[in-house]
């Protein structure tokens, strides 16, 4: 497992831009595929955001794409999630996760259960 630190949260305005990012310490981050994941009051946490282990694969909740892309910078053991276009929907606490995996470096995961760290949580708050 990795340790993940999410900073970059805050109270925007609905069209403004957010960056979160997460920083990774302990094994490997390279070997890790990554996901972003939300949970708004009352509601189950959801699949935002996925990358593969190299990069080259990227998946997004139909909610969000376009307006929100998920990058990584191993070199800083980083992965980001620039929220553009930001919606009051978007209001939740967005985590971090990553997943240590030997398979395919395209791979991405979309379920919460396959991932096996996680960050503690930054809130985003979308005013309209």
């Known amino acids: 497992q990795v340790q993940l630190v999410e900073s970059g949260g805050g109270l925007v305005q609905a069209g403004e831009s957010l960056r979160l990012s997460c920083a990774a310490s302990g094994r490997t981050f390279s070997g890790h595929l990554l996901g972003w994941f939300r949970q708004a009051p009352g509601k189950e946490r959801e699949f935002v955001a996925g990358?593969?282990?190299?990069?080259?694969?990227?998946m997004y909740t139909d909610s969000v794409k376009g307006r929100f892309t998920i990058s990584r910078d191993n070199a800083k053991n980083t992965v980001y999630l620039q929220m553009n276009s930001l919606k009051p929907e978007d209001t939740a606490v967005y985590y971090c996760?990553?997943?240590?995996?030997?398979?395919?470096?395209?791979?991405?995961?979309?379920?919460?259960?396959?991932?096996?760290?996680w960050g503690q949580g930054t809130q985003v708050t979308v005013s309209s």
């Open positions: 996760a990553a997943a240590q995996t030997f398979g395919s470096p395209l791979s991405v995961r979309t379920r919460a259960s396959e991932y096996d760290s």
């Open positions: 990358l593969s282990r190299n990069g080259g694969s990227t």
